[in-house]
């Protein structure tokens, strides 16, 4: 369906051989949670695990924390557009637009962090700092989701079985065709978001394979390389 509705919208950009790769790849690459907080919190937890994986690295191991700083941007941003394309619409449609509208503005905060973040050198004296910044945020919005929102939606959910599961489908889905990288200047809502998440997603995919990412994750695999390309700093700021 999802394919579907974007060849109607966009036929140029499902076109392009990576693009239509992605999208066949959508039945087949996402994991199927019984609930959207299910989807959620995998999310957070697999964020969490890139940010101790950046710090326990050894300060000389500059190439271990380029990687997992890849990865970290590159599973923020997906994590980022896609709450915003079903979650939050979810929130206004089940629960109220003030909470939506809190959340966008959380991920407004964390997108500008995550920008700066994604043109540091981790051998930079602003990586650090930047980076717990990011990290001290991110942790109060995903408390404030998984202690609130989500609660909250999944009791209204509840009034038709498999409806969460549906939006977890979703969100799971949508995560395979939105930007990889922050985009703090984008629209944050649909129509608008949808339109320019899909017209930068192509950019920003020819941009991940030039970079490293750690072995055997995500990005690598999507690419079908062994995560051996360049770093942060090595092609592209901004």
Same mark, same amino acid.
């Given at each position: 369906?999802?394919?579907? %509705?974007? %060849?109607?919208?966009?036929?140029?950009?499902?076109?392009? =051989?990576?693009?239509?790769?992605?999208?066949?790849?959508?039945?087949?690459?996402?994991?199927?949670?019984?609930?959207?907080?299910?989807? $959620?919190?995998?999310?957070?937890? +697999?964020? +969490?695990?890139?940010?101790?994986? $950046? /710090?326990?690295? +050894? =300060?000389?191991?500059?190439?271990?924390?380029?990687?997992?700083?890849?990865?970290? /941007?590159?599973?923020?941003?997906?994590?980022?557009?896609?709450?915003?394309?079903?979650?939050? =619409?979810?929130?206004?449609?089940?629960?109220?637009?003030? $909470?939506?509208?809190?959340?966008?503005?959380?991920?407004?905060?964390?997108?500008?962090?995550?920008?700066?973040? @994604? *043109?540091?050198?981790?051998?930079?004296?602003?990586?650090?700092?930047?980076?717990?910044?990011? $990290?001290? *945020?991110?942790?109060?919005?995903?408390?404030?989701?998984?202690?609130?929102?989500?609660?909250?939606?999944?009791?209204?959910?509840?009034?038709?079985? !498999?409806? *969460?599961?549906?939006?977890?489908?979703?969100?799971?889905?949508?995560?395979?065709?939105?930007?990889?990288?922050?985009?703090?200047?984008?629209?944050?809502? =649909?129509?608008?978001?949808?339109?320019?998440?899909?017209?930068?997603?192509?950019?920003?995919? /020819?941009?991940?394979?030039?970079?490293?990412?750690?072995? !055997?994750?995500?990005?690598?695999? +999507?690419? !079908? /390389?062994?995560?051996? !390309? @360049?770093?942060?700093?090595?092609?592209? %700021?901004?």
């Amino acid at each position: 369906m999802i394919t579907h %509705r974007l %060849r109607l919208l966009y036929p140029a950009l499902l076109a392009r =051989p990576g693009f239509t790769l992605a999208a066949r790849r959508l039945t087949t690459q996402t994991t199927a949670f019984n609930t959207v907080t299910d989807a $959620i919190k995998a999310d957070h937890r +697999e964020l +969490e695990r890139y940010y101790d994986n $950046i /710090v326990a690295a +050894e =300060p000389e191991d500059v190439d271990t924390k380029v990687r997992w700083q890849n990865m970290l /941007v590159w599973e923020l941003a997906r994590h980022s557009v896609g709450e915003e394309l079903v979650l939050y =619409p979810a929130f206004e449609d089940y629960l109220t637009r003030a $909470i939506a509208d809190k959340d966008r503005s959380a991920h407004l905060d964390l997108k500008h962090k995550l920008k700066t973040l @994604q *043109s540091l050198y981790p051998s930079s004296k602003e990586f650090t700092p930047t980076l717990d910044s990011l $990290i001290a *945020s991110l942790r109060y919005h995903i408390a404030e989701e998984e202690t609130h929102d989500l609660p909250a939606l999944e009791d209204k959910l509840a009034i038709r079985e !498999g409806l *969460s599961r549906s939006l977890a489908r979703s969100f799971e889905r949508t995560k395979w065709l939105v930007p990889t990288r922050a985009h703090p200047s984008a629209p944050d809502r =649909p129509p608008w978001e949808t339109v320019v998440a899909f017209l930068n997603a192509p950019i920003d995919r /020819v941009r991940d394979v030039f970079l490293r990412f750690p072995a !055997g994750d995500t990005p690598a695999a +999507e690419k !079908g /390389v062994k995560g051996e !390309g @360049q770093g942060v700093e090595d092609f592209g %700021r901004g």
